[in-house]
């Protein structure tokens, strides 16, 4: 299965700036995902990443505070806008695997906003 | 969209002990699938299931697809320390996105 590149890992953010994330995929892959885990929690999608058009919000989340891009089929960033505490949380790329409905995740964005 | 609920929320068992871990769904699903994130660590794939009634090994873990294709669990035979953290079911859904339970962490008393 394909094998992801994140990072940062981790980055302590002054409230009210922007962070960029970037996922690098080992292999061409039509979808990205971009998930985000609060603490001691679950798996909650962000959006989806399309190569060629924009990206596809999940309820509760938007363009503006989550700007994506999809430059290329191995390449996917997310940004964290005019971030705030709220926004303290883990954000994770993730690839289907071999298996459907299987998925790779990259190693996490661990992100504390202060 | 589909839902799928997890329990227990937590675990603790002491070395040598099973451990279990469910899935329920109130609708049928077309396939499920299981993590498990280390502690500090990021989900990792761990099995899918989607045939009824489907029961799969994979050293100490055992999965089980429910005959209505409605549950899931993963049991864990004589627990190890290396088999601490949290484990999820995630069910598939259209375009490729996928709905995770709440995850049960489990922990190890050596």
């Known amino acids: 299965s394909a094998v992801i590149s994140q990072k940062p890992s981790r980055d302590i953010c002054q409230r009210g700036t922007s962070l960029t994330i970037q996922c690098q995929v080992d292999s061409q892959v039509t979808m990205m995902f971009w998930y985000r885990q609060q603490p001691g929690q679950s798996l909650t999608l962000i959006a989806t990443a399309n190569q060629g058009s924009e990206a596809t919000y999940e309820s509760g989340f938007v363009i503006d505070k989550f700007p994506i891009s999809r430059p290329n089929l191995t390449f996917s960033t997310l940004t964290v806008s005019n971030m705030s505490p709220e926004d303290s949380s883990i954000y994770l790329c993730?690839?289907?695997?071999?298996?459907?409905?299987?998925?790779?995740f990259g190693s996490g964005t661990r992100l504390t906003v202060v | 969209g589909q839902q799928v609920m997890q329990i227990p929320q937590y675990q603790h068992v002491q070395e040598g002990e099973d451990f279990t871990t469910y899935c329920n769904s109130s609708t049928t699903l077309s396939n499920i699938q299981w993590y498990k994130q280390r502690p500090g660590g990021h989900p990792v794939f761990l099995i899918q299931?989607?045939?009824?009634?489907e029961v799969k090994k994979q050293k100490r873990l055992t999965f089980q697809f429910g005959e209505a294709k409605k549950n899931s669990s993963l049991h864990i035979t004589a627990t190890q320390t290396t088999d601490v953290g949290t484990y999820f079911c995630?069910?598939?859904?259209?375009?490729?996105?996928?709905?995770f339970g709440d995850g049960t962490t489990l922990t190890v008393k050596p």
């Open positions: 993730s690839v289907e695997a071999g298996v459907p409905n299987s998925y790779t």
């Open positions: 995630g069910i598939g859904a259209n375009a490729g996105k996928s709905t």
């Open positions: 299931l989607v045939k009824s009634g």
